[in-house]
Every structure is written in structure tokens, then in C-alpha cells.
């Protein structure tokens, strides 16, 4: 039958599949019933004539509870080109998809990862559709993955058409595929289905039939063989579930056998005629054949192929569903979990969906199911369906409650809150009270919670910890001291939890207790938390999540070098993981860090990666974080009007979350703009608020961490005597902690306030070890020059200003490089214009793929650290060498020499 008043949507997915290699996708979203199928099928025909392969999945509602389900149905017809890919990406991909018993769960970044790079090889030899149908129904396993992939594809030749009903969800909604909504069709449009489908109606049917589909294809097809009952249905009646009544109303006057089996494939989670067969041959009592289906497809319910069985459409199936009685589905339930005893996974679903009651058999047997499933979503599901089943009240708690953890540790808010809420109407245990009291602390670090919060989760530790469940304190103890560098909770809060963390019955050394001293008190604990991070600085590389630990508590003290040291070991090991909730975290402290210490050309390529895979994942504040490290890193770089737009968007999300660190970065992104155009006043504003304990952008520890930049605003706008008080507050911190950062910014303010002993100052200075630290010594040579040359020490100054012009032009610090070359000018010697390093010609993106191509990694290489396909990679490549001048990979070694290993 010929689509009636869709040309342009044709035309769209016509030009989408026949088009250049760049495609990308489309989500078309509708009501059900309004063609959305239809237009998938002509896609598909489409995309034959052009000789595009086609690759489908569809969600079903019966699947939602099998990870990767989807996802399986979707790349098994690849499933014998799986040993091409990486081993570790085979291993992960072989493993959610059932093929290889595997060893960890591996996440679902990985195995996307994994998926995208099978795609895009078999794209390689001949362009792809991806097909994904009623996505709404689709596991979320394989939904993450279909949109990991759909954020990728822009370069591929591959197509991907995704289908989604009115008033659902999925995470394919985020991904960057244009929307085609679908809306009913015209009055002229409706009235040729209608006469197309069903030719000789009665004008007075016809009419009413009309008006009851409102423009509808399926129910203009369908409605119309059910017209006898038109009368029967309440007006009112949504018109879904007019169209359920109607599929419904067919399945009535069939045989009761076949009423049977049609309930018993309604409610199988496979399209296996077999398996079908098989248990409606139970509830019979006698071998049922496929033909028991003859009077269904007579009805047009159902289509069969050589061994399945599938319903025209998914109302159909609900129809069925809903209006067998319970006792009746239980029956079909237990059938087929008795033809299932080899698959012991959906013979647990199966049994508990026959289930009304407690069952604790059934509930330890979901139990299992959780132990083995190969995605949190699916561990979740079994664990909460198996406290349903629980026969005691306790179990039913412990359930929940490790399902809420689960639903924490991949980022699902909503479920997690539910999740707790129900395990605290129940009757608990002390444990149970402290897991739940703690569990949703997780999210956003407790970044919008009322700092109060903190007092209360140290003394939630102590407790914990004096019940003998010291690690589960420490993993308390460790949400707490987040909070203390997202908000300010105050002296008497941070004290407390330094107490709890001294009671624990953990080692010094141990990477948590440094990394909690660390957040909790960066001054008072900050030369026992230095020497730990020297002493273990040495031992990288083994455990990605401690490095990241390390490199965050490195950074509260002000060890930017060992900051950027610690995150940097920690990339690699949680990329090769596909643990991209952790990534960013690791890449924002190494940009963040790598900025300070004036290494622009690491820090650009790692703060735009770690801002995209915040975003990605769904973290605010790590996503306005990086922003604002980005706003800093265009400061630096003298491109004021980026910074400003940066610095907008981050503080937007600082102020909206409260987040200090945030507000902090942008202070100093907007004040290092200020600066760099002379804007003194403006800049010591910008500076100065940060150690205002009522502005929202102050914060303890990173105040201190800018004295240089507010030095040097504070003597250009002639503000001294502001500078000082400001420093007298900083006294006890620097009496306390060796911090390499507080100390650099102290040594310099006090160099530039100095009137009779100035030049002891600025020697002992830079006498310090600056060997990590180009930007402060670039800093001190400038300023240096520039107190020699007003000294009228002209010759003496020039050193120092060529010294300092030189380092600013290596690291990128244009604004820093015009004021060295401005002093070098008024001391009589002039400077080369500086050239456009290579690295200036380049996104951050860009450079990321640059950097990696000229250490001599292979596309495919590129793509897995990247997390991108290998011909995105090369299309990144042939953009690349244009704008640097060259042809090879060679080219490009001798010009970003692999002086770092920033991108590991």
C-alpha cells in the first residue's frame, strides 16, 4: 500500500540514505500507529536500491530486562568479523553480547567503543543503515550504546534511523540525531488511506471512521474490520487504546488454542516459533504445530518466518497481554520458564513474572541474575524485582538498597532516590539506616546539598566505623571531603571529619586517607600530604582510580607538577577501561593543573576532551569545571572574547549548582582577561573575590593558589595596601604547608611589594626549583626586567625580559609575550614577531589526534584512545595537514615533538 501525505518525510530519509559519506541520523517520533514503521520500511527499500546494507534491532518490551538484547539482535549478523577487532574490545564486546563468558563486566563506553568499531569496518567495505526501532522499549544497555555510537558517525558512511514513540524517553533523544516528527495526516490524506485500505465501506461508516482515527494510519487501516464495535467503545477513550480494543476484540473470536499460543508468544521474550510451540504444547496438553497460528494470520495479527513468530504490530501485543486475566499470563509465564530450563537467566524472569506473591526461591534465583548480568541496568532490574519477591523484610532492604548502589554508580538519579525510599519504609537495621542515609550522597558530590550535610556524614562515619565497617566509613568519609571542595562547610565540620579519618583503622598511606586529608584540611595536612604524594608518585600506573585519587588530592595542596603527574597515569588505564564517568574527572585535574603550570598546548586538547565526556556523561560540574579551565587556558592565550563566552557558560553552571571551584576558575579566567588587556582595576576586582568568604566563587584552598595573578593586579591598579591585608590572612597557611604553589605566589608578591630589599626577594625566587613551573618563571623574569629597567639597570633588565618573552612564546602565553616584548622595546631592544606555533592552527580536537598521530599511533590507535572511530580520525587527519603545511605523520613528529605523555 502506497504512503499517503509523507513526501517530504520520504524525501528527507531518501537524501539521508543516498547521500554523501557525512549522514549521520534521524529520530522520527510519533504516537503509535502514525507510520513511523512505514517510513523505516521505505528507507530500507531505499537503501537496497543504493546498495546499503541494513542493519535492524528493535526494542520489545518483554527484553527490557536483558542487557545488550538490542544490541545483540542489531551486530549479530557481524558476529564472525568480532575477531578483528582489538582484543580488549573483543573481549568487552563478546561479553555483553553472550558470546564469551569474559571476566569483568565490562562498561558500556567500552563496549560501545567496541560496537562503533565493528560498524565502521564493515562500513569500510560497503555503507550501513542502522535501523532501531520503538527504541523506547529498548534495554537501556543497548540504548547507551546506540547513542554512544550516534555521537559518532558523522563521518562514517553510515546511516542511523531511529523510531520513538509519543511521551517516552531514551538516551538516542540526546545523541545528536535530527528529529523528524510525524504528525497525523490531513483530512485529504486520511480520506485516501481510507479509501485505498478499505474501498467499499458504507459512506456513513466512512465518515464516522474519519473522525474516530483523527489521521491515524493505523487506525484508518485497522479500525475500519472492527466498525461493528464501534458503538461499544467510550468515546472518550484514548485512541491507543480504541486500537488495543480493536486488535483485542479480533483475538476473541479465534479457537481457544490459538488464543493460547497467541497469549504465550505475547508474553515471550523471543520471536522462537519453537520455543512458542513448545510451551503452548504444555498448556494444551497435546503437540501444537505452527498451524495452530492459520485463524491469527487470517486476522492479520501476526506474521511467521521459517522459525518465528512476530505481531504486526506492538499495540497487538499489548492488546493480548492486557486483557488475558493474571492467572491466565501466570500460566503462560510458567510454560515457558519449563522450556527455558537452559537459559537460566530468562527462565528467572519468566518464573517471577508468574509470581505474585513473596517467592524466595525465585528471588535468590534473580539474585543470581544480578551476580551475572552484564550491565548495572540489568543487575538493578533483577535486584529489585527479587526484593518484590522477598519474604522477609530485611532481605527486601538489603535488596533495594544494593540495587541502589548500583543505580548510584552509573548515574541514575531518579531510580536510586525511589530505590532508598522504598527501603526505608520497610523495617530496618541500623546498617540498613546508615547505607540509605549515605547512598545519595553520590550524586554531584553533594555539590546542591546543604553544606550542614557534612557534619552529619562524619558523624554517619563514626558510627559505621565503630559498628566494625571501616571501608564502608572510609567510602563515607570520602563523599564528605568531596563536599568540602565543592562548598564550604565551615571549620568545625572540616575538624570533625579529620577526627573520624584519624580513628580509622587504615594505613597512613592508604590513597583514600591521603586523598581525604587532602580535600579536608589542604593546609593543616598538607606537608604529611605532600610527602605521601612524593613518596608514592613513584609507584604509577597500577590502579587508575587510586592515580586519580592522588592527582585530586595533589591538586587541594597545590602540587600542580604531581597533580598533572598522578591524572595523567590515570588516563590511560580508565580509558582502556571505558570508564568514562571517571575520565573526565582525571583529564579536568590535569588541565586544570597543566594551565597553572603554563603548559597550554597539553592543557588546551585535555580540558575540551574532559568538557565533552563531562557533558556526555552527565556531569554538570565537571562539565562547567572544564569550561571554565578552557575560559582560563583563552585568557592566557589573548583570545578575550572566547574566555569571556567560556567564563559565561561555566559560571552559569557554577551558580546554578553552587559550585565554588567553578566560580573560583572563572574568577581567575575572567581576571587573567582583565590583565591581559590593562584592565587593572577590573582585574584585581575580578581577583579579589575570590577571598571574600560571602562571594560565591570563594573558595579555601584555590585562593591561595593565585597570589601571583592577583599580585600583579593589585600593583597596577594601585592597590597595595589591599594586597597586604589579603595576604595577612594567608599567613597561617603558608606557616603551615609547604604547598609549591602557595609558596611560588607568596615569594613573588612579596618581590614585587618589597621597597628596600626587592632584588633579595626576586633572587630568592627564582633560586627556588621553578624546573616544573615555566609560567611562575616566566612570571619573575618578567616582573624582574621590569623592576630592574625602572631601577635604570636597562642592560641588566634585558636578560630577564628575553627570558621571560621566550618562555611566554614556547608555552603559548600571548598576553604575557606582548607585555615581555612591550618592556624589551622600552629597554632598547627590539623583537622578532612571534610566528604562529603549529599548535595554534588547531582546534583543541584537532590537536588531540595531531599529538597522538605524531608519537606514531595508527588511526585505529587514535580512535581507541579517543573513543572515536578510525576514519573520524582520518578525516580529522585531512584537515590536520593542510593547516599545518604538511603531508606525513613524519611532518607532523618535527613539529609537536612527544615532549609529554599527556594523552595516554
Not at 609547604?738 to 630568592?764: K, M, N, Q, V
Request: aromatic share 4%; hydrophobic share 45%.
Amino acid at each position: 500500500m502506497p504512503l499517503f501525505g509523507r513526501d517530504t518525510e520520504l524525501k528527507d530519509l531518501g537524501a539521508l540514505v543516498d547521500g554523501s559519506e557525512d549522514r549521520g541520523g534521524i529520530l522520527i517520533r510519533g504516537e503509535a500507529g502514525i507510520g513511523k514503521s512505514a517510513l523505516v520500511d521505505e528507507a530500507v527499500a531505499a537503501a537496497a536500491i543504493a546498495g546499503v546494507r541494513v542493519l535492524r534491532t528493535a526494542g520489545v518490551e518483554a527484553e527490557q530486562n536483558y542487557p545488550y538484547a538490542g544490541l545483540h539482535r542489531l551486530l549479530y549478523p557481524l558476529r564472525k568479523e568480532l575477531d578483528r577487532l582489538p582484543a580488549r574490545q573483543y573481549a568487552a564486546l563478546a561479553t555483553a553480547l553472550g558470546l564469551s563468558d569474559g571476566g569483568d563486566t565490562p562498561t558500556a563506553y567500552l563496549v560501545g567503543l567496541a560496537a562503533l568499531t565493528l560498524l565502521a569496518e564493515a562500513a569500510d567495505e560497503r555503507p550501513l543503515l542502522i535501523v532501531a526501532e520503538d527504541v523506547h522499549w529498548l534495554d537501556p544497555a543497548s540504548a547507551e550504546v546506540l547513542a554512544f555510537v550516534a555521537r559518532r558517525v558523522d563521518s562514517e558512511p553510515i546511516v542511523l534511523i531511529a523510531t520513538l514513540r509519543d511521551g517516552a524517553g531514551t538516551p538516542l533523544a540526546d545523541a545528536g540525531l535530527s528529529p523528524m516528527r510525524l504528525e497525523p495526516l490531513s483530512d485529504d490524506d486520511a480520506a485516501a488511506l481510507l479509501d485505498s485500505a478499505a474501498p467499499r465501506l458504507p459512506a456513513q461508516f466512512r465518515q464516522r471512521l474519519l473522525a474516530e482515527a483523527r489521521g491515524n494510519p493505523l487506525a484508518l487501516t485497522e479500525l475500519h474490520t472492527a466498525v461493528s464495535d464501534l458503538d461499544e467503545l467510550p468515546a472518550e477513550l484514548p485512541l491507543t487504546e480504541r486500537l488495543e480494543r480493536a486488535f483485542s476484540a479480533r483475538g476473541t473470536t479465534l479457537p481457544a488454542p490459538t488464543g493460547t499460543a497467541l497469549l504465550v508468544a505475547a508474553l515471550d521474550d523471543s520471536d522462537s516459533l519453537t520455543e512458542v510451540l513448545s510451551a503452548a504444547s504444555l498448556l494444551l496438553g497435546s503437540r501444537a504445530e505452527a498451524e495452530i497460528f492459520t485463524p491469527a494470520l487470517e486476522h492479520r495479527l501476526l506474521v511467521l518466518g521459517r522459525d518465528t513468530v512476530t505481531f504486526r504490530h506492538p499495540l497487538i501485543r499489548s492488546a493480548l497481554t492486557t486483557t488475558a486475566t493474571f492467572e491466565e499470563r501466570a500460566r503462560a509465564h510458567r510454560a515457558l520458564a519449563d522450556v527455558l530450563a537452559g537459559h537460566p537467566v530468562r527462565r528467572a524472569w519468566q518464573r517471577a513474572a508468574a509470581t505474585s506473591g513473596p517467592d524466595e526461591e525465585a528471588a535468590r534465583e534473580l539474585e543470581d541474575v544480578a551476580e551475572r548480568a552484564r550491565h548495572q541496568g540489568g543487575a538493578i532490574a533483577a535486584l529489585e524485582r527479587a526484593a518484590d519477591l522477598s519474604d522477609d523484610p530485611g532481605r527486601r532492604a538489603d535488596r533495594l538498597l544494593r540495587a541502589a548502589e548500583l543505580a548510584v554508580d552509573s548515574g541514575r538519579r531518579d531510580t536510586a532516590e525511589r530505590l532508598v525510599l522504598a527501603a526505608r519504609a520497610l523495617p530496618t537495621t541500623p546498617r540498613h539506616d546508615a547505607t540509605a542515609a549515605w547512598l545519595l550522597s553520590g550524586f554531584d558530590d553533594g555539590v546542591r546539598e546543604n553544606p550542614s550535610r557534612i557534619g552529619e556524614l562524619a558523624e554517619l562515619a563514626a558510627s559505621v566505623a565503630a559498628d566494625g565497617h571501616p571501608d564502608a566509613a572510609m567510602r563515607i568519609l570520602w563523599g564528605a571531603a568531596m563536599r568540602c571542595f565543592w562548598s564550604e562547610p565551615g571549620a568545625d565540620a572540616r575538624r570533625a571529619l579529620l577526627a573520624v579519618a584519624d580513628e580509622l583503622p587504615v594505613a597512613d598511606d592508604d590513597p583514600r586517607l591521603v586523598a581525604v586529608s587532602a580535600y579536608v584540611a589542604p593546609f593543616e595536612r598538607g606537608e604529611r600530604v605532600l610527602d605521601q604524594l612524593r613518596l608514592l608518585a613513584s609507584d604509577t600506573g597500577r590502579n587508575a582510580e587510586v592515580d586519580r585519587f592522588l592527582g585530586s588530592a595533589a591538586l587541594q595542596v597545590g602540587a600542580f607538577d604531581l597533580a598533572a603527574h598522578f591524572s595523567a597515569a590515570a588516563a590511560p588505564g580508565l580509558r582502556a577501561a571505558g570508564q568514562l564517568g571517571l575520565l573526565p574527572r582525571a583529564l579536568t585535574v590535569q588541565a586544570w593543573s597543566l594551565a597553572r603550570l603554563g603548559d597550554l598546548a597539553a592543557a588546551a586538547p585535555t580540558a575540551t576532551e574532559a568538557a565533552d565526556f563531562a557533558r556526555e556523561t552527565g556531569q554538570p560540574f565537571m562539565h562547567g569545571l572544564a569550561t571554565a579551565v578552557q575560559a582560563e587556558i583563552a585568557a592566557l592565550r589573548g583570545d578575550y572574547a572566547q574566555a569571556s563566552a567560556l567564563a559565561g557558560a561555566a559560571e552559569r553552571i557554577g551558580l546554578a549548582s553552587g559550585a565554588r571551584p567553578v566560580l573560583a576558575t572563572v574568577q581567575l579566567a575572567r581576571g587573567l582577561a582583565a590583565l591581559g588587556a590593562g584592565r587593572y582595576d577590573d582585574a584585581f576586582a575580578d581577583l579579589r573575590r575570590m577571598h571574600d568568604p560571602r562571594d560565591p566563587s570563594y573558595s579555601p584552598a584555590l585562593r591561595a593558589y593565585f597570589l601571583a595573578e592577583l599580585t600583579d593586579a593589585a600593583i597596577r591598579a594601585g592597590q597595595a595596601d589591599a594586597l597586604r591585608e589579603l595576604l595577612r590572612d594567608m599567613e597561617s597557611a603558608v606557616a603551615s604547608t609547604p604547598s609549591p604553589a602557595l609558596h611560588i605566589g607568596w615569594r613573588y608578591a612579596h618581590a614585587l611589594l618589597a621597597t628596600d630589599a626587592a632584588e633579595a626577594h626576586f633572587t630568592g625566587a627564582l633560586a627556588a626549583d621553578l624546573t616544573a613551573w615555566p609560567a611562575e618563571r616566566g612570571r619573575l623574569h618578567l616582573s624582574y626586567g621590569e623592576w630592574l629597567r625602572r631601577q635604570r639597570r636597562v642592560v641588566e633588565s634585558r636578560t630577564h625580559l628575553r627570558t621571560a618573552r621566550e618562555i611566554f612564546d614556547a608555552i603559548g602565553s600571548t598576553a604575557w609575550s606582548e607585555r615581555a616584548r612591550l618592556e624589551l622595546r622600552g629597554a632598547g631592544e627590539s623583537s622578532p614577531n612571534r610566528d604562529p606555533d603549529a599548535r595554534d592552527r588547531l582546534t583543541p580536537h584537532e590537536l588531540s589526534i595531531a599529538r597522538l598521530a605524531a608519537r606514531g599511533l595508527t588511526n585505529r590507535e587514535i580512535g581507541q584512545r579517543l573513543y572515536l572511530s578510525h576514519r573520524t580520525v582520518s578525516t580529522h587527519l585531512h584537515r590536520i595537514f593542510p593547516k599545518l603545511g604538511v603531508s606525513s605523520r613524519t611532518d607532523l613528529a618535527a613539529l609537536l615533538p612527544a615532549d609529554d605523555d599527556t594523552i595516554a
